[in-house]
């Protein structure tokens, strides 16, 4: 029997080796999901109890300030840790380069990733929110582009830890980093506290880096009033999102 | 060949010879590790002191004075309890584990080993801890003797612990998964870095229970004057917990396979 020629091209080819990968993707991470959901909700929602503890009394402007954090800080774990950690693992597995020797589009294949985790992530995100506004007994003032500054937010997350662990062969390095993020999230950076607190060259280190333009882009959307306007970081976030699909894209389409 | 000499496998100048053999074998096999281990200490240190502070407006005295003793229970208590379960269940992996345990040695020789091994790590790490509190806030300690106790025995507790965790528990997975588990509520969520009176009552009344609120309490008592009240209790607690985490220690280590 002659098997039958398929054209592996086109947008139609494209969108059905998108979805299959989805599956692939979902199935095979299934068992990771209840992992991601315990570490999104520790880092957001435990973080800022846990900053609650240290400051002893929270009053309600403090208060406030931390629960719009949450949403960026239960965002982060998904695409700066633990996508690098299964990356990571993929490589050693040698399931990564199963999972590119297959015949559909790379693109489709980073896309699956991307869309995946996105999805995961956000309803956590919500809930850590939700919980942390009750402990704190803040009311939010939440506008429907919290949706769109979500979504945005959750995609540059993933793309740049896939971007990063795409790009850097060596997995103990990726680990090196991922470990510095939680470190540098938990304790510097300007998510829970404002930025005006930190040292000049730290702010400025930070006005680079995605996280503090993270956190500011979403507390504008359930906040009144903190943040005087967005689109400095709208445009940060953007940037750092293309970045890591032109670093990706050019690690993959290498041929080995 | 000359028939080897029959050595005396017993008394204390045995235990002792063999506790500066493993001394040397722990330290060697962990020469790789030490410097890492030593920055990373030391950044914890700074980081709990410094980044801590920056959540609030202006840190109050007292605050600073809590944040800085704190950090350096913390250098003084991670090795034993959080990295140490790591590297044993590392070593259980890949077999150097059952090896090390084949060497003639008393196996007490061996635990007393380790606590001198967390000592050398700790110890510098806790004096950074102090400098760095110092530097940034400038805070002035009042030390006194019982400081020196209060090293001793919280280092020495803190190591049982994790030896009973990495010895205790047979599975190396479950014992990696418990050492992040320790580490979180460590750092997070245990009246170290800051006062008990914070906690919501249920979780304070726990932590009379831990070990982890007195290791501050014995620490914080030889290193400042007027933060702490009571003691006794702190160092009796403390006692109980060595001894318990020692006899799971010493009843996981008898043990022939």
């Known amino acids: 029997m002659t098997p039958t020629s398929v054209v592996r091209r086109g947008p139609i080819y494209w969108w059905e080796s998108y979805v299959a990968m989805l599956r692939f993707d979902f199935a095979r991470h299934r068992a990771m999901l209840v992992t991601a959901l315990a570490s999104q909700l520790f880092m957001g929602?435990?973080?800022?109890?846990?900053?609650?503890?240290?400051?002893?009394?929270?009053?309600?402007?403090?208060?406030?300030?931390?629960?719009?954090?949450?949403?960026?800080?239960?965002?982060?774990?998904?695409?700066?840790?633990?996508?690098?950690?299964?990356?990571?693992?993929?490589?050693?597995?040698?399931?990564?380069?199963?999972?590119?020797?297959?015949?559909?589009?790379?693109?489709?294949?980073?896309?699956?990733?991307?869309?995946?985790?996105?999805?995961?992530?956000?309803?956590?995100?919500?809930?850590?929110?939700?919980?942390?506004?009750?402990?704190?007994?803040?009311?939010?003032?939440?506008?429907?582009?919290?949706?769109?500054?979500?979504?945005?937010?959750?995609?540059?997350?993933?793309?740049?830890?896939?971007?990063?662990?795409?790009a850097i062969p060596e997995p103990r390095i990726v680990n090196l980093i991922t470990n510095i993020v939680v470190f540098l999230v938990m304790l510097f950076s300007p998510i829970a506290v404002p930025i005006e607190r930190f040292p000049d060259w730290l702010a400025t280190v930070h006005r680079v880096l995605p996280f503090y333009h993270m956190a500011s882009l979403l507390r504008w959307t359930v906040s009144d009033g903190l943040v005087a306007s967005p689109g400095t970081s709208t445009a940060v976030v953007i940037g750092w999102t293309v970045l890591a699909w032109i670093a990706a894209a050019w690690v993959l389409g290498r041929r080995r | 060949m000359t028939a080897l000499p029959a050595a005396t496998r017993s008394g204390s100048g045995y235990w002792l010879a063999s506790m500066v053999s493993m001394l040397r074998w722990q330290l060697t096999s962990l020469r790789l590790v030490f410097p890492v281990l030593l920055v990373v200490q030391v950044l914890i240190a700074a980081g709990f002191t410094v980044?801590?502070?920056?959540?609030?407006?202006?840190?109050?005295?007292?605050?600073?004075?809590?944040?800085?003793?704190?950090?350096?229970?913390?250098?003084?208590?991670?090795?034993?309890?959080?990295?140490?379960?790591?590297?044993?269940?590392?070593?259980?992996?890949?077999?150097?584990?059952?090896?090390?345990?084949?060497?003639?040695?008393?196996?007490?020789?061996?635990?007393?080993?380790?606590?001198?091994?967390?000592?050398?790590?700790?110890?510098?790490?806790?004096?950074?801890?102090?400098?760095?509190?110092?530097?940034?806030?400038?805070?002035?300690?009042?030390?006194?003797?019982?400081?020196?106790?209060?090293?001793?025995?919280?280092?020495?507790?803190?190591?049982?612990?994790?030896?009973a965790l990495a010895h205790g528990i047979p599975n190396p997975n479950l014992t990696q998964i418990l050492a992040q588990v320790f580490a979180f509520t460590i750092f997070g969520f245990t009246p170290i870095n800051y006062p008990i009176d914070n906690l919501p009552g249920w979780l304070a009344s726990l932590h009379r229970l831990l070990p982890f609120y007195h290791m501050g309490v014995v620490v914080r008592d030889g290193l400042t004057s007027g933060l702490v009240g009571e003691i006794a209790v702190s160092y009796l607690t403390l006692g109980a917990w060595t001894l318990i985490v020692g006899g799971i220690t010493a009843r996981a280590l008898r043990q022939r396979r």
């Open chain 2, 51 to 163: 980044g801590i502070g920056l959540f609030f407006d202006e840190v109050p005295a007292p605050v600073a004075l809590f944040l800085s003793t704190g950090a350096s229970v913390i250098t003084l208590i991670t090795v034993g309890i959080v990295v140490a379960p790591q590297l044993i269940a590392d070593e259980k992996a890949s077999g150097t584990y059952d090896f090390t345990w084949s060497l003639p040695c008393p196996r007490s020789a061996a635990v007393a080993a380790w606590v001198v091994v967390n000592a050398v790590v700790a110890i510098p790490s806790m004096v950074a801890a102090l400098a760095v509190g110092s530097w940034r806030y400038g805070l002035s300690f009042q030390v006194n003797w019982r400081v020196a106790t209060a090293v001793a025995l919280v280092l020495t507790c803190a190591s049982l612990i994790g030896y």
């Open chain 1, 45 to 166: 929602f435990g973080l800022v109890i846990m900053y609650g503890l240290y400051l002893g009394s929270v009053d309600s402007a403090t208060g406030l300030y931390l629960t719009s954090g949450v949403p960026a800080l239960s965002l982060i774990p998904v695409g700066f840790i633990l996508i690098p950690l299964l990356i990571a693992q993929d490589k050693r597995a040698g399931t990564h380069e199963f999972t590119w020797s297959l015949p559909g589009p790379r693109s489709a294949t980073a896309a699956s990733t991307f869309t995946l985790f996105t999805a995961v992530s956000l309803p956590v995100a919500l809930l850590s929110t939700v919980l942390a506004a009750w402990r704190f007994d803040v009311s939010l003032s939440v506008t429907w582009l919290v949706v769109p500054a979500g979504v945005l937010v959750a995609l540059m997350g993933t793309s740049v830890g896939f971007g990063l662990a795409q």
